[in-house]
């Protein structure tokens, strides 16, 4: 039952995170000027007839929020009391503080109209809990707990690889959060050229954050191939080829998504599932990650009921 | 006891000197840069006048259509398709130019602002759309939609400010403390919605209206550079020598971008 709760909350995220990139990528960030209110309203009674153009975006985002950030406060709870592992019940304390801490970055970003570092670090956040949300319904998921079996290789080489390539994706995606913040999205305006050449004609800021990008891509797409070629040489198992073979699948639409995001000017839509989507490749990196690392984690003294709980 | 009276004495000069450096920097932000203050009067009997018009070569780039179905109250308000305000051309004369005097003017000073000026939300629009205002004017922001606007100023040498007016017939008031040409005005809400006003330290400023005339009354003898300021045209400058009493002319003419006329 946590593991399910624990899924539909990580679920919940990546709404929430589709929900945060719609109030960049149609500008909204602005659109209720004041916060933790709402024009003056508490933002839990403010009229839904009012939500209306750019304020639907920012205040459905914000209602979205608080909903996980409700919905992380029960997990927390429900670790705490009910799991016997004491680093998962900081984990779920973690948890906890990152979406305080993110709700705090948010309404910072608006009293401050939305500067570059606060929004970058306001994004870079938001995948970090859902990466720790993602890694609590992995950690109490019974094929976890009972270890797979013991059937995952103790393969320090591939978890050297797997570890790389995680930190990789969240690297290019901190600097496709600043590239997004500081106005670089169309810095180079078009693809798979830069200004019609194989390299940019010139260069500014935003020309190289934007640069900068691109080359991630192409760094991501090398280590995800590298890994997953290594997972499917080195192992037959499923719990390691399935999330190889949805990263190579991932990587593939979210690279096509950035081309298209440059190709038709940042649509709205494009755009935000770009984000949505990067996401996805980072915990599905993160849980191939954790996976080849389970021979590692200590057991707990955890014991799995037949109606899949713990104790 | 001597070297406790050094002490006491140390300490007492810099707290007076800590209390006089803050009270200094807290005037230096709340005092508006007036311009000019302190300086002679224009003396009206041998003031000038330049007049001119701002013209537009060329087909005007077609103004972007504005889908307004994002709110419904914007809709019922305008039954008619609706476009940008960038190019208002009639008669090859271009509206919302931005006339005002760069430079060449001394250190004179001026009659207080005769009131506030005004922007209104109006039909989902800012009306006026360019405007000038001088530094320590008051600034009334109303909203007269029964709809609710942000409007958010993007300045670069004054504060940003970004004010939400949730009600029908609110009335917000702004000062700017600091020359700017031009402060942008946006509403995050309705994403059409934009505007701009010149921050000026004199009154010698204009907005050209549909006829593209512009004037700017009673200026000292003097040579002066005029600049327009179109928000995407770019600006054009013009100088002009005005002697006592004079009235001289200035024209200005944007060309239409390469792909307009094509």
Known sequence: MLHRFAKFVAGCTVLLVLAGSLVTST?????????????????????????????????????????????????????????????????????????????????????????????????GLAEIFFCITVAIALFTSPRWIQGYGGRILDDSRLRRLATATTTIIYCQILVGATMRHTGAGLAIPDFPLMFGHWWPTHWDAKIAIHFTHRVGALLVTIAVLATATAVFARTSISELRRPAGLLVALVVVQVSLGAFTVLTRRDVWINSLHVVCGALVLTTSLVLTLRTWRGRFADGHVRLQPDGTTT | MRARSVWMGILSVALAASVVACGGKKDDLDAPDAGGAGGAKVDAATAGDINGVVSFDGVAPKNEPIKMNADPVCMKENTTPQTQETYEVADGKLANVFVYVKDGLGSYAYDPPAGPVEINQMGCRYHPHVFGIRVGQELDIVNSDPTLHNIHALPKGNAEFNTGQPIQ??????????????????????????????????????????????????????????????????????????????????????????????
């Open chain 1, 27 to 123: 500008g909204s960030g602005l659109s209720v000027p004041d916060w933790p209110t709402s024009y003056g309203w508490n933002m839990f009674t403010f009229p839904p007839s009012k939500w209306v153009g750019g304020i639907l975006y920012e205040h459905g985002h914000r209602l979205i929020a608080s909903s996980v950030g409700f919905l992380t406060i029960i997990l927390a709870l429900w670790l705490w009391m009910s799991d016997p592992r004491r680093w998962m019940k900081w984990l779920g304390v973690s948890a906890l503080g990152a979406v305080i801490a993110q709700g705090v970055l948010g309404g910072l970003t608006v009293m401050f109209f939305l500067p570059a570092p606060i929004s970058t670090a306001h994004a």
């Open chain 2, 169 to 262: 017939g609110m009335k917000t008031m702004h000062v700017f403390n600091t020359k700017e040409v031009m402060v942008p005005f946006k509403c995050d809400v309705h994403g059409w919605m934009n505007a701009f006003v010149g921050v000026m330290d004199n009154p010698y400023f204009a907005v050209t209206g549909a006829d593209g005339k512009f004037s700017l009354k009673g200026l000292p003898p003097g040579t002066y550079t005029i600049e327009a300021w179109h928000e995407k045209a770019g600006t054009q400058t013009a100088t002009v020598t005005l002697g006592a009493k004079e009235t001289k002319d200035a024209t200005f003419t944007f060309k239409a971008p390469a792909a307009a006329t094509d």
